[in-house]
């Protein structure tokens, strides 16, 4: 074993030794590789895209319809009276105190 061991020798050499030119001729099959496998490729993407837009659509349509549709809104003609009817059920103590904290609410008074 050596005494005089030069860690600056360590790594400098290649462990390994490859023919000229094998480099590129290795790039160059990788890109005819790719480049036959592209049309496939972009297919794939348009038919999820078609498809991701076709369920955004049917997405959005039920949102609409949802949102303006008159089978879901319903006329409360009746809301404050029920309103009413629930304060006059409640005590007197309570009724005091609701009123109470309404003429004190800050966005009630403005």
């Known amino acids: 074993m050596e005494k005089d061991f030069d860690f600056n020798r360590i790594g400098k050499r290649m462990p390994y030794r490859i023919p000229e030119g ?3 001729e290795m790039e ?3 890109w005819n590789e790719v480049q036959d496998g592209l049309p ?3 297919k794939r993407k348009r038919y999820r895209l078609r498809i991701f ?3 955004l659509a049917v997405a ?3 949102a609409l319809l949802f949102v303006f549709s008159p089978v879901f809104h319903k006329e409360q003609t009746d809301s404050f009276l029920k309103v009413e009817q629930a304060f006059a059920n409640l005590s007197q103590e309570d ?3 609701m009123l109470a904290v309404y003429q004190e609410d800050l966005f009630m008074n403005e």
């Open 53 to 55: 837009a076709t369920s």
């Open 28 to 30: 160059a099959n990788i």
């Open 95 to 97: 009724q005091a105190y």
């Open 40 to 42: 496939q490729i972009h």
């Open 22 to 24: 094998s480099l590129d």
């Open 60 to 62: 959005a349509s039920v």
